[in-house]
């Protein structure tokens, strides 16, 4: 048998999940200006298949193949891999230190057994599931360099905004450990 909370603690955890996945998602973000090379985990690799049937896996979206695909989509493509969940996709779209920043914050949070970026990225886009929290979001090219784009993104729920810092990657720009919150 199910039991399920009275409205009103359903609603105090399904606040204090979001609470948590939005300290995480931009928090995370927050933090000093690293010098580092800019690389990004492996490509994504096929999915295992969820049946043991002979049918082939099923690939991840792979990421875009310029650079000049733009921040804004790779933003867009991280945020639709992070939901899916897509995690070696969504974890080729973030810099190692701010993959690793953000598993060290869910980890101090009282999230033990989160050691990598894939674990996090299934982790939180269960909470979000979870509490239906909405991926939809308006996002603003503010300033684009060669080295360098800032996005501004402002969650369709208002639930959270910020200043998304991307660099250049393998064949598409990468989240990095610049990026701030806002509101």
Known sequence: ?????????????????????????????????????????????????????????VAAPAPPTTVGSG???????????????????????????LAQRMVDEVTATGF????DCEGLIEMTAGLYAAVGQSSEA???????????????VVYAEGSSCGRVVLRPGPGHWVLDERSQEEC
């Open 112 to 115: 033990p057994g989160i050691t």
């Open 1 to 57: 048998m199910i039991l399920h909370p009275h409205p009103a603690r359903r609603r105090r955890l399904s606040s204090a999940a979001v609470a948590l996945v939005l300290a995480v998602g931009l928090t995370a973000c927050a933090g000093t200006e690293a010098g580092t090379d800019g690389t990004a985990p492996s490509a994504p690799t096929p999915a295992p298949s969820a049946s043991a049937s002979a049918a082939p896996p």
């Open 71 to 97: 921040p804004e989509d790779s933003f867009r493509a991280w945020l639709a891999a992070s939901r899916e969940p897509a995690a070696a996709t969504a974890c080729a779209y973030m810099t190692p230190e």
């Open 138 to 152: 308006t996002v603003e090219l503010v300033e684009q360099t060669p080295e360098h784009a800032v996005l501004d």
